[in-house]
């Protein structure tokens, strides 16, 4: 299914997710994502870039100094695995699955269709099989067709290619993954980068077999981690949380410490609502990622429309960050830095009552009580000290 570049930019869950779409609205060229510029756009790549992602495979001397060891980039390049075996089956025709391309379906969809008389039961259905794969969480929302890509990728040439997606998909689930909090508390470093290759490989197989599950039932399902779409609107717009200055989702489950996969699908299912918690007008206040951020890449102020350079969405009202910035840090440290995510006061474990009742606080017109009472946290753990819990 093949959509035009530009549609009407209102829908009647928009306000309820706190997202502001403008009449210069424009859907984003998958193109312009800024990891995908740096094998094309001669502005970002570089040899260093090259080098960044041949640290991945080990063909980069890794850096002396904690974090950065032979060890660090032996686990986090492990931990990406599994993503990896997926991400090359479809090199050789451009597609990168998972990143440029949807996950190509590896079952057909079943030929009788189970009948769906009750869509609110199924989609409880969905989200128990959900956490019975392994996610974390798990929400549903409409097809909203505005944020899929304009185009994608034939990671040949780097060419734009149609995003073509199978007619009649109604409902995107949402899964979110959760990164492991004490290797977050270790960025920036390759040890850290663990954390987020391990949940890229878990959420490969995740959402491969969700979406395998659905086919089995006789509905079409198309299973997507970076590609096809961008996952942060369909997650806020599925109830799993707000939008944050830090760029990131936060979850009153996790905070910010997740990473996101979706599915396409035509399966009969009642959606969530979005919900806005109160962390917008925390981050009103706050400006703890932005201050840490090593190049300065992150906004201050309240939202914009529009971005520093052509990796921002045009048309949408938010917090957007420099990318250019961002990535040209990744690249100097050989590995990916989420800082923001460190230092977010959302970065907690809310399954122990004193950070449930910090929420409260957070979430509550005593939000600068909360902001104080953070102050010292978010601080950098040893990376050789988490080796040494692991022994």
């Given at each position: 299914m093949t959509y035009p570049s530009n549609r009407p930019p209102d829908r009647p869950t928009d306000a309820a997710a706190g997202i502001e779409v403008t009449s210069d609205f424009?859907?984003?060229?998958?193109?312009?994502?800024?990891?995908?510029?740096?094998?094309?756009?001669?502005?970002?790549?570089?040899?260093k870039t090259d080098a960044f992602f041949a640290s991945?495979?080990?063909?980069?001397?890794?850096?002396?100094?904690?974090?950065?060891?032979?060890?660090?980039?032996?686990?986090?390049?492990?931990?990406?695995?599994i993503s990896d075996l997926i991400s090359d089956r479809g090199s050789e025709s451009g597609e990168r699955e998972g990143f440029q391309a949807?996950?190509?379906?590896?079952?057909?969809?079943?030929?009788?269709?189970?009948?769906?008389?009750?869509?609110?039961?199924?989609?409880?259905?969905?989200?128990?099989?959900?956490?019975?794969?392994?996610?974390?969480?798990?929400?549903?929302?409409?097809?909203?067709?505005?944020?899929?890509?304009?185009?994608?990728?034939?990671?040949?040439?780097?060419?734009?290619?149609?995003?073509?997606?199978?007619?009649?998909?109604?409902?995107?689930?949402?899964?979110?993954?959760?990164?492991?909090?004490?290797?977050?508390a270790t960025y920036p470093s390759a040890l850290a980068g663990a954390a987020t290759g391990r949940e890229y490989s878990h959420e490969a197989a995740i959402v491969m077999q969700m979406a395998a599950y659905i086919r089995n039932l006789g509905y079409e399902a198309t299973a997507s981690m970076n590609d096809t779409g961008l996952v942060i609107p369909y997650a806020v717009k599925a109830g799993l949380g707000e939008y944050a200055r830090n760029q990131m989702v936060i979850t009153p489950e996790f905070g910010p410490?997740?990473?996101?996969?979706?599915?396409?699908?035509?399966?009969?299912?009642?959606?969530?609502?979005?919900?806005?918690?109160?962390?917008?007008?925390?981050?009103?206040?706050?400006?703890?990622?932005?201050?840490?951020?090593?190049?300065?890449?992150?906004?201050?102020?309240?939202?914009?429309?529009?971005?520093?350079?052509?990796?921002?969405?045009?048309?949408?009202?938010?917090?957007?960050?420099?990318?250019?910035?961002?990535?040209?840090?990744?690249?100097?440290?050989?590995?990916?830095?989420?800082i923001c995510m460190r230092v977010c006061p959302f970065n907690r474990d809310f399954a122990k009552w004193h950070h449930r009742l910090w929420l409260r606080l957070a979430l509550s017109p005593w939000r600068k009580l909360a902001l104080w009472l953070d102050r010292k946290r978010g601080g950098r753990k040893k990376p050789a000290d988490w080796w040494k819990a692991s022994t």
């Open positions: 424009e859907r984003f060229a998958q193109r312009n994502d800024i990891f995908t510029r740096a094998f094309w756009d001669d502005r970002i790549r570089s040899r991945y495979r080990m063909e980069a001397t890794p850096r002396r100094g904690d974090g950065f060891t032979q060890r660090d980039f032996a686990l986090r390049n492990a931990s990406w695995l949807a996950i190509r379906n590896d079952t057909p969809v079943a030929p009788m269709q189970q009948a769906v008389e009750d869509p609110t039961r199924m989609a409880e259905e969905i989200k128990r099989i959900a956490n019975f794969f392994g996610a974390d969480l798990c929400g549903i929302t409409e097809m909203d067709d505005r944020w899929l890509y304009a185009s994608r990728v034939d990671t040949r040439d780097f060419s734009e290619t149609p995003n073509d997606l199978p007619e009649g998909m109604t409902s995107v689930i949402v899964m979110g993954h959760q990164m492991e909090e004490d290797l977050v410490r997740l990473r996101f996969s979706k599915i396409f699908t035509n399966l009969p299912l009642t959606h969530d609502l979005p919900q806005q918690m109160g962390v917008r007008a925390f981050c009103d206040i706050c400006t703890k990622c932005a201050d840490a951020c090593p190049v300065k890449a992150l906004p201050y102020g309240p939202p914009e429309v529009g971005g520093a350079n052509v990796s921002a969405i045009k048309g949408v009202r938010k917090w957007t960050s420099d990318a250019e910035k961002c990535f040209s840090f990744w690249v100097k440290l050989s590995s990916d830095c989420a």
